[in-house]
């Protein structure tokens, strides 16, 4: 192998010895993808570990992209969009299959994995196939296979992006049919009638709102009282109000004691007593970091009962020279802030100058309807004690809302009292992932809520909620001067 490097005081090794690469990357996710070019762009030699079969990582192969790409199928097999417009019986084909909604998911899984073959080939990013293990802190054994013996592969700086995998509790019985996890998903024979979706996180309420709009009866059970706590109170209430519209039931508060599995179906007990029936049970109750494999120990490093890796605030673990970005180190586990952190940890580990608004980072869900935010909520204000107030802006109020039929979108903004500052930029309905984009970029260039009232938006746009949101804003405004003065 080509390519050398120097690092002092490896353990068993020379103050000055030589490596393979300069960098190895654990995991060819968003996180390693984008850690391996960042250095590569620095000039360095650099080297990516991952499964033949699992290219891109989770987030391509049973993910962000899969789970994204089936989202899109099911609004357009069932035409959920355009009822508004054309009746509530509107729907593009009556009985939608399993065939149906997989058949795009398989060619842009595909042609994404040729894309970041791509791109790694064309960045002089070597892929080496097969799963690894630290031997010492600085080399690691990758096996092709289960049987292999393996190579051993030497590196200056190592970056750890393997990821995550589904949870899996001993007392839940798997069996790929009848109850799945979020993996699972995509092998599903057939769209359920009934379906109960355990554990109400961002992969859960995604996934009931999916198979909802397919017309399956989805009962939610979340140990938790509320669910999505980190986004807006009222948001959320938004997006609970309409699964309820397509026949979702909430068990909230509620643990699972067990489930049962006969030939017609499933019956899932609560610790309450409830019994739930279903043909299948989706359980999506967290997430486990992917570390197990790589006998951390002999690098000096631990994961923590949920497989995830502790890192300061430059992406660097206690071992000084080794790096985890991702899922593995925890939330928000994005795809979006995982490539971030990837060029970050790069840039840090070969002492390149970096900067970086990942402290303002959008939070996108795609639920059907999506929700998205950048900033704080208004439960952090209020907890902070930090005075502001709140446009309104309501897509059924807007021209392009009309047209497009979305009557339940809500975008809100917060904003700060003292310095007419957006604080924060909530968005409930269609495109909010990608609207809220111009709300990010007013916060990070500190632009204030007078910006978005003085800037002229294409019409009829949904873009335009920001200016009627801010109009709001500054009603309210005017209001509180005239009524002081």
Same mark, same amino acid.
């Given at each position: 192998?080509?390519?050398?490097?120097?690092?002092?005081?490896?353990?068993?090794?020379?103050?000055?010895?030589?490596?393979?690469?300069?960098?190895?990357?654990?995991?060819?996710?968003?996180?390693?993808?984008?850690?391996?070019?960042?250095?590569?762009?620095?000039?360095?030699?650099?080297?990516?570990?991952?499964?033949?079969?699992?290219?891109?990582?989770?987030?391509?192969?049973?993910?962000?992209?899969?789970?994204?790409?089936?989202?899109?199928?099911?609004?357009?097999?069932?035409?959920?969009?355009?009822?508004?417009?054309?009746?509530?019986?509107?729907?593009?084909?009556?009985?939608?299959?399993?065939?149906?909604?997989?058949?795009?998911?398989?060619?842009?899984?595909?042609?994404?994995?040729?894309?970041?073959?791509?791109?790694?080939?064309?960045?002089?990013?070597?892929?080496?196939?097969?799963?690894?293990?630290?031997?010492?802190?600085?080399?690691?054994?990758?096996?092709?296979?289960?049987?292999?013996?393996?190579?051993?592969?030497?590196?200056?700086?190592?970056?750890?992006?393997?990821?995550?995998?589904?949870?899996?509790?001993?007392?839940?019985?798997?069996? #790929? @049919?009848?109850? %799945? *996890?979020?993996?699972?998903?995509?092998?599903? !024979?057939? &769209?359920?009638?009934?379906?109960? /979706?355990? =554990?109400?996180?961002?992969?859960?309420?995604?996934?009931?709102?999916?198979?909802?709009?397919?017309?399956?009866?989805?009962?939610?059970?979340?140990?938790?009282?509320?669910?999505?706590?980190?986004?807006?109170?009222?948001?959320?209430?938004?997006?609970?109000?309409?699964?309820?519209?397509?026949?979702?039931?909430?068990?909230?508060?509620?643990?699972?004691?067990?489930?049962?599995?006969?030939?017609?179906?499933?019956?899932?007990?609560?610790?309450?007593?409830?019994?739930?029936?279903?043909?299948?049970?989706?359980?999506?109750?967290?997430?486990?970091?992917?570390?197990?494999?790589?006998?951390?120990?002999?690098?000096?490093?631990?994961?923590?009962?949920? #497989? @995830?890796?502790? %890192? *300061?605030?430059?992406?660097?673990?206690?071992? !000084?020279? &080794?790096?985890?970005?991702?899922? /593995?180190? =925890?939330?928000?586990?994005?795809?979006?802030?995982?490539?971030?952190?990837?060029?970050?940890?790069?840039?840090?580990?070969?002492?390149?100058?970096?900067?970086?608004?990942?402290?303002?980072?959008?939070?996108?869900?795609?639920?059907?309807?999506?929700?998205?935010?950048?900033?704080?909520?208004?439960?952090?204000?209020?907890?902070?004690?930090?005075?502001?107030?709140?446009?309104?802006?309501?897509?059924?109020?807007?021209?392009?809302?009309?047209?497009?039929?979305?009557?339940?979108?809500?975008?809100?903004?917060?904003?700060?009292?003292?310095?007419?500052?957006?604080?924060?930029?909530?968005?409930?309905?269609m495109h909010a992932t990608e609207l809220i984009h111009i709300g990010q970029a007013v916060m990070t260039c500190g632009g204030t809520v007078d910006h978005l009232v003085d800037t002229v938006f294409n019409y009829p746009t949904l873009s335009e909620a920001y200016k009627v949101a801010a109009l709001d804003v500054v009603n309210k405004f005017r209001a509180v001067d005239r009524f002081g003065s």
């Open positions: 192998m080509s390519g050398t490097s120097t690092s002092a005081g490896a353990p068993g090794r020379d103050s000055v010895a030589e490596y393979d690469y300069d960098l190895l990357v654990i995991g060819s996710g968003p996180g390693g993808q984008k850690a391996a070019i960042a250095a590569t762009k620095l000039g360095k030699n650099v080297a990516i570990v991952e499964r033949r079969d699992m290219i891109g990582g989770v987030c391509i192969n049973t993910g962000t992209i899969p789970s994204k790409t089936l989202r899109e199928a099911v609004l357009y097999f069932t035409g959920l969009n355009m009822r508004d417009l054309y009746g509530q019986n509107y729907r593009l084909k009556e009985d939608i299959t399993v065939q149906d909604l997989l058949a795009r998911t398989q060619y842009v899984i595909g042609r994404e994995t040729e894309v970041i073959r791509s791109q790694l080939a064309r960045n002089r990013v070597r892929l080496i196939n097969g799963t690894a293990q630290f031997v010492d802190p600085h080399t690691l054994v990758v096996r092709a296979h289960e049987n292999d013996d393996g190579r051993k592969v030497s590196a200056a700086k190592i970056v750890i992006a393997v990821g995550t995998r589904p949870a899996r509790p001993p007392e839940i019985a798997f069996d #790929g @049919r009848r109850v %799945v *996890d979020s993996d699972g998903v995509l092998d599903m !024979e057939e &769209v359920p009638r009934t379906m109960v /979706v355990v =554990g109400a996180g961002v992969i859960g309420i995604e996934y009931a709102s999916m198979f909802a709009a397919l017309g399956t009866r989805v009962t939610v059970v979340e140990v938790r009282e509320r669910f999505l706590e980190f986004c807006d109170a009222e948001i959320v209430e938004a997006l609970k109000f309409y699964l309820r519209d397509l026949s979702v039931s909430f068990r909230l508060g509620e643990a699972v004691s067990h489930v049962d599995v006969a030939p017609g179906g499933t019956i899932t007990t609560l610790v309450s007593g409830k019994r739930i029936p279903a043909e299948t049970v989706l359980y999506s109750a967290g997430r486990q970091g992917a570390t197990e494999p790589l006998n951390l120990s002999a690098a000096g490093l631990e994961a923590d009962k949920r #497989g @995830r890796i502790k %890192v *300061d605030k430059n992406l660097r673990t206690p071992v !000084e020279h &080794v790096y985890a970005v991702g899922d /593995v180190i =925890g939330f928000p586990a994005l795809a979006a802030t995982s490539m971030e952190q990837g060029r970050l940890a790069s840039y840090h580990a070969f002492d390149e100058p970096v900067n970086s608004l990942l402290a303002l980072q959008p939070i996108g869900i795609y639920t059907i309807p999506e929700i998205s935010y950048c900033g704080q909520t208004e439960d952090e204000l209020t907890g902070s004690a930090v005075p502001y107030e709140v446009g309104i802006s309501r897509y059924r109020e807007l021209a392009r809302g009309q047209i497009a039929g979305d009557s339940h979108g809500t975008l809100k903004l917060l904003v700060s009292t003292e310095t007419r500052k957006l604080l924060g930029v909530h968005i409930f309905g």
